[in-house]
Nanobody, 128 residues
């Protein structure tokens, strides 16, 4: 399973950005067996959970700091996962990583150690 994150960039505080994660190495029928997660890592800090989405998209946990501002979604036919980020703040500046884990039913991992596959990350910078 390979993951490719993209769409990062520089945005002003209050702005919006959508980052994407393309998954390859699995068929469309297999991709829907994977829960997907977004994590971020700021310089000098540990990687932290941001959002996740269950296999069918019905369960979407978020970390408290992004609730109401970020929305995670997926397109199983395209094998894509998205993170729509609105009302961005300077503290959202980080490298954002997507991750995948084969799961059962609606289980949606939120801990970094629960994921098996990782993308290379995309940089999001929010200027004040």
């Amino acid at each position: 399973v390979q993951l490719q994150a993209s769409g990062g960039g520089l945005v002003q505080a209050g702005g919006s950005l959508r980052i994407s994660c393309a998954v390859s190495g699995v068929s469309g029928g297999t991709f829907n067996r994977y829960s997907m997660g977004w994590f971020r890592q700021a310089p000098g800090k540990e990687r932290e959970f941001v959002a996740a989405i269950s296999r069918s998209g019905g369960n979407t946990p978020y970390t408290d700091s992004v609730k109401g501002r970020f929305t995670v979604s997926r397109d199983n036919a395209k094998k894509m996962v998205y993170l729509q980020m609105n009302s961005l703040k300077p503290e959202d500046t980080a490298t954002y990583y997507c991750a995948a884990k084969s799961t059962i039913l609606t289980f949606t991992p939120t801990h970094i150690n629960e994921y098996d596959y990782w993308g290379q990350g995309t940089q999001v910078t929010v200027s004040s």
